[in-house]
């Protein structure tokens, strides 16, 4: 009886863990759009605005341009009234964690390269943008990036 137990439980946490560890986050590779930027380190500010419109969601702006090599500090103020967050990565990746986000409403990030900030409130981030490129910056939660708060970073 103790053998089959432990063979459910093996059985159970095998067909879990690519759903617990696959949240969407791979910090063991490279990332193509840069690293995590040095706080310490000088950095251009940048403010993002987050808001809801009569038309949906929106960032402002929705298109940033960056030089290679660059490191940014993004200053991200929530003017809605509902939580919104910044996630940048490449388009394939962005629209990926979107699916996921879509079955886990409720995930919180704790990734360099994403802010959750709530209404009225300001968040950071600090990001060093290694290589040329276009990039996506998302808000996840679900139904927001359908309604239009995404926009492009253009890395040259």
Same mark, same amino acid.
């Given at each position: 009886m103790k053998k089959y137990l432990t063979l459910?439980?093996?059985?159970?946490?095998?067909?879990?863990?690519?759903?617990? =560890?696959?949240?969407?986050?791979?910090?063991?590779? =490279?990332?193509?759009?840069?690293?995590?930027?040095?706080?310490?380190?000088p950095a251009r500010m940048i403010l993002i605005a987050m808001r809801e419109t009569d038309d949906g969601m929106a960032f402002v702006p929705n298109q940033i341009k960056i030089k290679a090599g660059e490191q940014v500090k993004f200053v991200i103020r929530n003017n809605g009234e509902f939580d919104h967050e910044l996630v940048f990565a490449d388009l394939e990746s962005n629209l990926k964690h979107a699916v996921e986000m879509a079955k886990n409403?409720?995930?919180?990030?704790?990734?360099?390269?994403? =802010?959750?900030?709530?209404?009225?409130?300001?968040?950071?981030?600090?990001?060093?943008?290694?290589?040329?490129?276009?990039?996506?910056?998302?808000?996840?939660?679900?139904?927001?990036?359908?309604?239009?708060?995404?926009?492009?970073?253009?890395?040259?």
């Amino acid at each position: 009886m103790k053998k089959y137990l432990t063979l459910a439980i093996m059985a159970f946490l095998a067909a879990a863990n690519p759903v617990l =560890a696959d949240s969407g986050h791979d910090h063991d590779e =490279a990332l193509v759009y840069g690293e995590p930027g040095d706080p310490s380190k000088p950095a251009r500010m940048i403010l993002i605005a987050m808001r809801e419109t009569d038309d949906g969601m929106a960032f402002v702006p929705n298109q940033i341009k960056i030089k290679a090599g660059e490191q940014v500090k993004f200053v991200i103020r929530n003017n809605g009234e509902f939580d919104h967050e910044l996630v940048f990565a490449d388009l394939e990746s962005n629209l990926k964690h979107a699916v996921e986000m879509a079955k886990n409403p409720d995930m919180e990030h704790d990734d360099p390269n994403a =802010a959750r900030v709530a209404p009225k409130k300001v968040g950071e981030l600090v990001w060093k943008f290694t290589n040329a490129g276009e990039f996506d910056f998302s808000c996840l939660i679900p139904g927001h990036r359908d309604a239009g708060m995404f926009g492009t970073i253009i890395v040259q």
